[in-house]
C-alpha cells in the first residue's frame, strides 16, 4: 500500500511517502484494513520523522518484517537512499495482542453494545495504543526521531504487519 500527499511542515523532517511490504501482510478485516488506510492518511498529513544524523529529508518510509523485526527502510523522497533500521518485535509482542483483543472487543461493541460500553473499552484501547507509542518511540530513540502523533500512526502499522491473517 502506498500513500503519497504533499504535506506542510519542515520538509527536512517529514515523510511524504509510506508503503508497506506486502508480503508482510497478511489477510485482514475491513476494520483492519481501514485502521491502515486512515493511519497512512493521517501519517502523511502530519508527521514529524528524521533519522538521527540525517538533516535532508522530506522522506519515503518502507515498513516490512523479516524474521521478526521491523525493517525501516528510509530513503529520500527521491529515492535514494538514507538508512535502514531494523528493531525487534518481541517487546512489542504482548502489547500487540492486548491491542488486538481489545480492537476485537470494540469493533463487536460497536455493532450492539451500550455507549458506555464502547466509551469504557475504547479508553481501554487507546491506552494501550498510547503504550505502544510509547515503547515505538523509547526503541527508536538516538535512532529515528518521531513526536507522539507520528509515534501513534506508526504503531497501528506495526500492528498490521505484525499480525498475519
Not at 501519517?43 to 518510509?61: K, Q, V
Not at 529515528?144 to 504487519?161: E, P
Amino acid at each position: 500500500m502506498t500513500s503519497e500527499r504533499a504535506a506542510g511542515g519542515d520538509p527536512k523532517r517529514r515523510l511524504v511517502k509510506v508503503t508497506l511490504d506486502e508480503g508482510s501482510i497478511g489477510r485482514s478485516s475491513s476494520d483492519i484494513e481501514h485502521e491502515r488506510a486512515v493511519a497512512i492518511y493521517d501519517l502523511i498529513e502530519d508527521n514529524s520523522f528524521a533519522p538521527a544524523g540525517h538533516d535532508g529529508g522530506p522522506y519515503a518510509l518502507h515498513l516490512s518484517i523479516t524474521e521478526n523485526r521491523l525493517v525501516f527502510d528510509i530513503r529520500l523522497g527521491d529515492g535514494t537512499p538514507v538508512m535502514a533500521h531494523l528493531l525487534s518485535l518481541t517487546p512489542f509482542r504482548r502489547i500487540v495482542k492486548d491491542y488486538f483483543l481489545l480492537c476485537d472487543s470494540y469493533y463487536k461493541a460497536i455493532r450492539n453494545a451500550t455507549p458506555n460500553q464502547i466509551e469504557a473499552i475504547d479508553m481501554g484501547r487507546r491506552g494501550l495504543h498510547n503504550e505502544g507509542s510509547e515503547l515505538l518511540r523509547e526503541r527508536l530513540n538516538e535512532k529515528i526521531d518521531v513526536d507522539f502523533d507520528t509515534a501513534r500512526r506508526l504503531f497501528t502499522l506495526i500492528c498490521v504487519l505484525y499480525w498475519k491473517g
